[in-house]
């Protein structure tokens, strides 16, 4: 499967300057595209996808062809900014990558993670019908392989030297057609409220924003 989109909740949490950037999972490199408009500066991108590789290097300055789980990132060079964007959860070594990331980032660089929740509502919902299939895309994506809460997100980055700056639980309270009646205002407000009570509950994805 080709990835052919990009994260755009996550740009809204990137930091304001970045000298070189690496994106681990980069697809056909649509987010590295954005990413060297944003900061007019180098974008180095990772995927597992020959066919990804060969489309990203057009929008990208450099891309490499591997497997993450067993990546030598000590031979890309250094990064003020490391985006993983739904990429971790397809890793058999997902600590091992994290780890290995202490090294190339600065020492003022900044980690930005998205992963998604295996518990939003809607896969709960599933799982109390007694439903746990695979689908082609989604939260039980058929090439996960390590899944996250809203705990065990955090604990990812924490318990293997990461500092979180931000953690942002992203998605919104279920409100079918009541919410085309509401002010924006109001609806927006309702959304804040139930990700702050129940992160776990509401969000699709979490995005983590850290340093070392």
């Not at 109390?128 to 604990?155: I, K, N, P």
């Not at 129940?198 to 983590?208: E, K, R, V």
């Amino acid at each position: 499967m080709i990835y052919d989109s990009f994260n755009r909740k996550l740009t809204e949490y990137l930091p304001e300057k970045a000298e070189r950037i690496l994106d681990l999972g980069c697809g056909t490199g649509l987010l590295g595209e954005f990413l060297k408009k944003k900061y007019q500066a180098p974008v180095v991108g990772i995927t597992y996808s020959a066919e990804e590789a060969e489309k990203s290097r057009s929008k990208m300055d450099e891309v490499f062809c591997a497997d993450l789980n067993h990546f030598d990132f000590s031979k890309i060079g250094s990064f003020d900014l490391v985006i993983c964007s739904h990429v971790l959860e397809h890793l058999t070594e997902s600590k091992r990558v994290v780890q290995q990331l202490q090294k190339i980032v600065s020492a003022r660089g900044v980690l930005v993670v998205a992963l998604p929740n295996v518990l939003y509502w809607k896969q709960r919902w599933e799982f109390l019908r007694g439903r746990f299939q695979y689908t082609e895309c989604g939260l039980m994506d058929t090439t996960h392989v390590r899944f996250f809460d809203w705990s065990t997100a955090q604990e990812l980055l924490t318990q293997n030297g990461w500092k979180i700056e931000k953690a942002i639980a992203d998605g919104n309270l279920p409100l079918p057609i009541v919410r085309n009646l509401m002010p924006l205002g109001v609806s927006r407000w309702l959304d804040a409220k139930a990700l702050s009570y129940a992160p776990g509950l509401f969000a699709g994805q979490f995005i983590l924003k850290a340093t070392k």
